[in-house]
């Protein structure tokens, strides 16, 4: 609780389950914090009074210091406040999280008292139910329509001399629509609680036992692995499913003559991140496969189905605390990075 002289929440708040910060009406100032807000954020209340909001905000969310301090002082002048955030915990691990403000007073002085809930695993089933709902609504319904009207255009040219080609489009087709129900399993396997237990996983030992899987299915593909030294992280199968796809993607999706890929496992010294990079020499990934990976966008009946794996590997990464990214290859291709928070090795040799 807070130092002798200030105001301090009463002791009872340590018994709740919800996270609780007591600023002042400036927003300025970190009075008081229960024990879940610091469990929560990884922090000591000593380490949260020297900090500032950018310093435990996710790196790609736009959460400044300034918008805090403006909404707790709305919420002192009588306007309460909500909003979602999403804060790297001490360990690098990213959360969402629910901010409830509202002004109060304690012993005489005026404050803000902010509530604080860990929503990571509400966001994750709510954006699991719109991933399969345009999934269904989308992909799998589109892919039907097409495979029905080629059939249908099959059985009128059995004697004309483009059967062959319209054969091995149907083909093609029913072979996508296998790998739409491949992946809704993989989301339905990660986003099941109970389905998996995190634990320090060798990254390399993962992504080599992949990259071997890979190269015997795709043998004409020049797949190379660059993976020097273990790099621990906390993971659990997710991680095989990202980083498959990626892969996949990679050689699927790429028009040259001979597919190469390279795959990268590394420790970020800076962060002691786990990452692993898979670089293409294919077309780009187009904008309207990556932007459906934002929640604000919706899906239009023109999207085609390539971008599921994405989503998957969205999924997974997200389950694990991780991010994912993508960038441009020189000269050519495409760089997709996955960066999960580290493990101690030590803890995965106990």
């Not at 609780?20 to 008081?32: A, K, V, W």
């Not at 909500?82 to 404050?111: P, Y």
Request: with cysteine; proline share 4%.
């Amino acid at each position: 609780m807070g130092q002798p002289g200030e105001v301090s929440l009463p002791e009872a708040f340590d018994d709740l389950d919800v996270g609780i910060n007591l600023h002042d009406t400036s927003g300025e100032r970190i009075l008081d914090s229960n024990a879940r807000l610091t469990e929560l954020y990884g922090y000591s209340l000593a380490e949260l009074r020297t900090m500032t909001v950018e310093d435990y905000t996710a790196p790609s969310t736009r959460f400044t210091q300034e918008k805090a301090s403006r909404l707790i002082a709305q919420a002192a002048d009588g306007d309460p406040q909500s909003f979602e955030w999403q804060i790297q915990r001490a360990n690098d691990e990213l959360r969402w999280i629910q901010v409830n403000l509202k002004a109060t007073e304690i012993s005489g002085v005026q404050c803000v008292l902010a509530e604080v809930q860990d929503i990571t695993a509400y966001r994750t089933r709510e954006r699991r139910l719109r991933l399969l709902s345009r999934i269904v609504r989308h992909n799998l319904r589109n892919k039907t329509n097409v495979l029905m009207g080629y059939a249908d255009r099959i059985r009128q040219a059995v004697e004309d001399d483009t059967l062959e080609r319209e054969i091995q489009t149907v083909l093609d087709i029913t072979s996508e629509v296998g790998g739409l129900s491949e992946s809704v399993k993989q989301i339905e396997q990660i986003a099941e609680p109970t389905a998996t237990e995190r634990s320090p996983t060798d990254l390399r030992a993962v992504v080599r036992s992949l990259v071997d899987d890979i190269r015997h299915e795709y043998p004409d593909a020049d797949i190379s692995l660059e993976a020097p030294e273990r790099v621990w992280v906390i993971a659990d199968e997710g991680i095989r499913y990202a980083v498959e796809h990626a892969v996949r993607n990679a050689i699927e999706h790429n028009d040259r003559d001979v597919q190469t890929v390279t795959v990268s496992v590394e420790s970020c010294q800076q962060t002691g991140h786990g990452r692993v990079r898979i670089r293409d020499n294919g077309p780009p990934i187009p904008d309207v496969e990556t932007a459906v990976l934002n929640e604000d966008v919706e899906t239009t009946s023109t999207y085609h189905g390539a971008g599921v794996g994405l989503w998957v590997m969205q999924w997974c990464v997200d389950s694990l605390g991780g991010e994912l990214s993508f960038s441009e290859n020189s000269p050519r291709g495409n760089v997709v990075s996955i960066s999960l928070p580290g493990a101690d090795a030590s803890d995965a040799a106990g």
